[in-house]
């Protein structure tokens, strides 16, 4: 069965430092989505993408955060200058239709900023 | 979206059925049920989802009921494997990419003990 998924499974960063995380959605996807999951906390959306653009993003979703498809097979979100409350687990998920259609998330990537 | 209310916690004995309630009862005649659930920190995963009829898939049962206000995720022999929280949001359907977002609330801790 085709899965999304997701490296690395485990980032340790500065405080200030820029990362990047990476998804490969499944192939025939076309919505991609990012969400968050801090510690204790419940999933958070983030940011949605189609068509090569941003169809919709959350609050937390500011200036220090942005979205690429940089290849046609990767999905990244890039965070410029992490913070320490950044830290969490990020899902990336993405699905063939935006709605009335299931998502399909990944392992997620669990983010430490120290 | 409509808003959701899940019991916080709820037990079953493995084996059994489990059977977790979600009320939802500002729903609109466009809005799905969709569960799914985490297992460990783990993506979500999709279990089922549903408009106004009951559906059955290899996981689970989706009662809906008549006036959509209330609808009961059903494991119909839960193992291990099932402990998990399961989230029970409810979405629009339409197909602007806007409408992809999922919106996680706290759901509900499945403990399937032996």
């Known amino acids: 069965e085709p899965e999304v998924t997701q490296t690395p499974s485990h980032q340790v960063t500065q405080m200030g430092q820029e990362v990047i995380l990476r998804c490969v959605p499944i192939s025939n996807h076309l919505y991609f989505y990012w969400y968050r999951q801090i510690l204790g906390q419940k999933v958070e959306f983030l940011v949605s993408f189609y068509n090569n653009e941003i169809s919709e993003k959350s609050e937390i979703f500011d200036d220090q955060f942005s979205v690429e498809r940089p290849d046609g097979s990767n999905f990244t979100l890039k965070i410029r200058s992490t913070k320490l409350e950044d830290s969490a687990m990020y899902f990336c998920?993405?699905?063939?239709?935006?709605?009335?259609?299931?998502?399909?998330f990944g392992p997620g990537t669990r983010l430490l900023v120290l | 979206d409509a808003k959701t209310t899940q019991p916080p916690s709820m037990d079953c004995a493995e084996g059994r059925a489990a059977n977790l309630p979600c009320n939802h009862s500002t729903i609109s005649g466009n809005e799905y049920v969709y569960w799914y659930r985490q297992i460990h920190s783990q993506g979500p995963q999709y279990i089922i989802h549903g408009l106004k009829n009951n559906e059955t898939n290899e996981m689970a049962s989706l009662i809906i009921t008549e006036d959509r206000k209330s609808s009961t995720l059903i494991l119909p022999h839960a193992t291990l494997r099932d402990t998990a929280v399961y989230y029970c949001i409810v979405r629009v359907t339409a197909l602007a990419p806007s409408y992809g977002k999922l919106t996680f609330g706290q759901g509900t801790i499945l403990t399937v003990h032996p």
């Open positions: 998920a993405s699905s063939l239709r935006p709605s009335g259609e299931t998502q399909y």
